[in-house]
């Protein structure tokens, strides 16, 4: 009880600081005049309220966090903030149940971007910016955010930022002490969104859209403020501007970094991850607008070429923005980009799936297999970037592996008894624990997920969660060990 006690004291911390999320959204409310002010006043009043009263009601629990608390913090985190962030969506929408409105929020926190709600054209500036907003916070992860602010306040960040990132990577660093890690990447992350806005304006977009398709490219959220999304602007300018940054937003920000800090390219060549993810994403643009010029989905190459890049690079990204319907291309080019989605962006990015450098150990682990088949003495140590990766890293790998493909299978297994037709239970849940957003079917990328029914959106929030928290810091938590002394 007393863990849970601690853990519920820096939730009242971080409830406080995320109210003041609720200032962008009133200030657009101010400048527009959509009619919203009031409910994201109240809605700050109440998150604030709430976390304070929390923080107060546990303050004789208060103790540095052990590693194990870390799990238990991270999954409360994004199940409170995303309950709390449905409050401007209740309060603004007609007809709109908590169900859906939790899905929204979660769906933009995870970086997700599969959306319930239509008439996005329509919706209240503050609305739209909100959900926006919120994709942009989870982008580098509310935990980041919190490591960097929480330390200020007497509580510790290293075990939060290894429970949310728990993959091979996990031991880098940018700094010394982990606060100084989580302000770097953060500042890169805004300058880069920064340098997005002004691209996107310059390229055609008004000063609003800008700002929000800025913070889904760089959140790799795949939100938009169109039910069209970026197909409403019919402009190749734009589409290379966003197709660069979700480029740039599927690397590792560490890399970025030490590039910026460094004015010097050369650490992206060093990046192996970032030079198989540049490769595998440039080979499959050019074979799939060969492909779908080969069928005839398109007249001429360069036309193909235009929506192959961007739509491809958006769904192996796990962006999620869209230019055109590709849910009507021939079947092999969605499943393609769909199978990307689940290995291609890098480590330290704002992407989800298995990551480059898992799949980068896995084929280097199958070689290995195979070479010890042939050569049964043989002492051949598995290396990236010409460092070894350990044994245990490797056996850390192999068990996320199965736990993903587990999860995927169990999960689309109950979307299919529940009703949903096979295609749309398979895409929705790759789309959704690989925080892409939009799959194929019933939820492509000409609809929205509206059409699921609440048992059915609460297991594609479940996925989410387990996507963006890579699964083991979700599962965890369930396993009797965790909970003993």
């Not at 980041?144 to 660093?173: C, F, H, N, W, Y």
Request: charged content about 10%; overall charge positive.
């Amino acid at each position: 009880m007393h863990r849970i006690l601690s853990v519920v004291h820096v939730l009242g911390k971080v409830l406080m600081a995320f109210s003041l999320a609720y200032l962008l959204p009133v200030l657009t409310s101010l400048v527009y005049q959509d009619g919203q002010l009031a409910d994201f006043v109240r809605s700050l009043i109440l998150t604030l309220g709430f976390g304070t009263l929390l923080w107060l009601g546990t303050r004789d629990f208060k103790r540095e966090m052990k590693p194990r608390d870390g799990f238990l913090m991270v999954a409360s985190t994004w199940l409170g903030v995303a309950a709390f962030s449905t409050f401007p969506l209740l309060a603004s929408l007609d007809g709109i149940t908590f169900t859906r409105a939790f899905f929204e929020c979660m769906s933009g926190l995870t970086t997700t971007g599969a959306t319930v709600l239509s008439g996005l054209d329509n919706l209240p500036q503050s609305i739209n910016l909100w959900r926006h907003e919120l994709s942009w916070i989870g982008g580098m992860g509310i935990i980041v955010l919190a490591v960097a602010i929480l330390p200020l306040l007497g509580v510790g960040g290293m075990q939060l930022s290894r429970a949310e990132t728990p993959g091979p990577m996990k031991d880098s660093r940018l700094a010394p002490r982990i606060t100084e890690t989580a302000k770097n990447l953060w500042l890169v992350y805004f300058v880069i969104t920064l340098a997005c806005i002004i691209a996107l304006k310059l390229a055609g977009m008004s000063g609003f859209d800008a700002i929000c398709h800025a913070f889904s490219a760089m959140s790799l959220g795949g939100f938009s403020t169109h039910d069209a999304s970026i197909g409403y602007f019919h402009s190749p300018a734009i589409e290379i501007v966003l197709t660069f940054f979700m480029l740039v937003a599927g690397m590792n920000f560490a890399t970025h970094f030490l590039a910026l800090r460094g004015k010097n390219l050369k650490f992206y060549r060093a990046d192996r991850e970032a030079v198989a993810f540049v490769k595998l994403i440039s080979g499959s643009v050019i074979a799939i607008a060969l492909f779908l010029w080969h069928r005839g989905t398109y007249d001429n190459f360069w036309t193909a070429l235009r929506h192959a890049s961007f739509n491809l690079v958006s769904i192996a990204t796990d962006c999620g923005l869209t230019s055109t319907n590709y849910d009507a291309w021939p079947i092999l080019a969605p499943l393609w980009m769909l199978f990307l989605s689940c290995i291609s962006v890098s480590s330290g990015s704002t992407g989800g799936g298995i990551k480059m450098i898992r799949t980068l150990v896995l084929v280097k682990q199958s070689q290995r297999e195979m070479l010890r088949l042939l050569h049964p003495a043989i002492v051949n140590p598995l290396k990236i970037n010409g460092q070894v990766v350990q044994n245990n890293v490797v056996y850390s790998v192999l068990g996320f592996i199965f736990l993903y493909f587990m999860s995927i299978l169990v999960l689309i297994f109950v979307l299919v008894g529940s009703g949903l037709d096979f295609v749309s239970s398979f895409s929705a849940i790759i789309a959704c624990i690989n925080n892409v957003g939009p799959g194929l079917g019933q939820v492509g990328p000409a609809t929205s997920y509206g059409s699921l029914n609440s048992f059915q959106s609460w297991v594609c929030i479940l996925a989410m969660l387990l996507g963006r928290l890579e699964i083991f810091s979700v599962l965890i938590i369930f396993t009797p060990a965790f909970w003993r002394k």
